[in-house]
């Protein structure tokens, strides 16, 4: 179902594919990411639910405080599963190109690790940018401040 303006209904289920970039396959095979839809976003049922290879992250919609598009970033440092330090968030990086960033009311365990905030470097950005506001979660994207 579409809203106005061609915008999806909050309640339909959407995906947003986490870009692969195409020299980093390699790496990412290491992660269990194939080109088989093992990485990607998924917005359905009051969750959000975000998969990469054999790691994973599921929250309620609810849980989610606020997003932003940050990026582009060195590829060395945002391929993978990757954990800032000192700061307890994670990534999901297929590619270079930028990514969203969701900041969490409460931890969400993934990776075997409680987070306060996950990056997904998902193809459409700006696409699961109106998806999370479409369903009253607010975010702005950073690259254009």
Do not use: C
């Not at 179902?1 to 995906?15: H, K, R």
């Amino acid at each position: 179902m579409t809203g106005p303006n061609g915008v999806p209904s909050p309640a339909e289920p959407l995906e947003f594919p986490i870009r692969i970039q195409p020299n980093l396959k390699p790496i990412l095979l290491l992660f269990g990411v194939h080109d088989d839809g093992r990485a990607r976003v998924r917005i359905a049922d009051g969750e959000f639910i975000a998969t990469f290879g054999r790691f994973g992250a599921r929250t309620p919609l609810s849980n989610i405080e606020s997003w932003d598009i940050t990026g582009p970033y060195n590829a060395l440092r945002a391929v993978g599963v990757r954990r800032s330090i000192p700061r307890p968030d994670l990534s999901f990086g297929g590619s270079a190109h930028g990514g969203l960033r969701v900041h969490f009311k409460e931890r969400v365990r993934a990776a075997r690790l409680m987070n306060t905030e996950l990056y997904v470097t998902v193809d459409d950005l700006e696409g699961l940018g109106a998806a999370l506001t479409a369903r009253g979660i607010p975010g702005k994207d950073l690259r254009r401040i």
